[in-house]
């Protein structure tokens, strides 16, 4: 087994649709839509496990939780995210640090983040100091500046077990 550090990248995004609220970090946020998407649509931890995936090499979200499948319609992401760290934990590894940043002109996500972090700390088994969420606009440009959507970007860097500082 590679038994050296590992770093995976994610990126996701959803589009608007109808609905009273958004999951993002594992946090419902009210809002005038909700996500299109076969899930609960929580871009970050949907960015977050192609990352954790990426840097496993096990392939991405959709490999292990395809839209095909009906047992993951509508499923909590927080789910799948525990689901991926049960993989990495499995294959002697442990989260290092991870660093999400949330593009979308709204809703506001500010009185959020420390609730995201902490969903995502505990979902991952970290420390709520090695999870690290930003949001951003994205200055009205593009399909997140139009309010069509939104996306999220992940990265993570893993250790084996037992050699993260």
């Known amino acids: 087994m590679n038994r050296w550090p590992r770093i995976g990248i994610g990126y996701d995004v959803h589009a608007f649709g109808p609905?009273?609220?958004?999951?993002?970090?594992?946090?419902?946020?009210?809002?005038?839509?909700?996500?299109?998407?076969?899930?609960?649509?929580?871009?970050?931890?949907h960015a977050l496990c192609d990352a954790l995936l990426g840097a496993l090499a096990l392939g991405?979200?959709?490999?292990?939780?395809?839209?095909?499948?009906?047992?993951?319609?509508?499923?909590d992401s927080r789910a799948l995210l525990r689901h991926c760290g049960e993989l990495l934990r499995t294959r002697g590894y442990v989260v290092g640090?991870?660093?999400l940043v949330i593009v979308c002109e709204r809703p506001r996500l500010a009185p959020h983040i420390a609730l995201m972090r902490a969903c995502i700390a505990d979902d991952l088994r970290c420390a709520m100091?090695?999870?690290?969420?930003?949001?951003?606009?994205?200055?009205?440009?593009?399909?997140?500046?139009r309010e069509e959507?939104?996306?999220?970007?992940?990265?993570?860097?893993?250790?084996?077990?037992g050699d993260s500082p």
Do not use: Y
């Open 129 to 145: 100091e090695d999870v690290s969420v930003k949001a951003t606009t994205s200055e009205r440009l593009g399909f997140t500046g």
């Open 60 to 75: 991405d979200i959709g490999h292990h939780f395809p839209p095909s499948d009906e047992r993951w319609r509508g499923a």
């Open 19 to 45: 609905g009273e609220h958004v999951m993002l970090g594992g946090v419902r946020i009210a809002h005038t839509h909700g996500l299109v998407a076969h899930s609960d649509g929580d871009v970050a931890l």
């Open 149 to 161: 959507g939104i996306a999220a970007q992940a990265v993570v860097m893993l250790h084996p077990n």
């Open 97 to 99: 640090n991870c660093d």
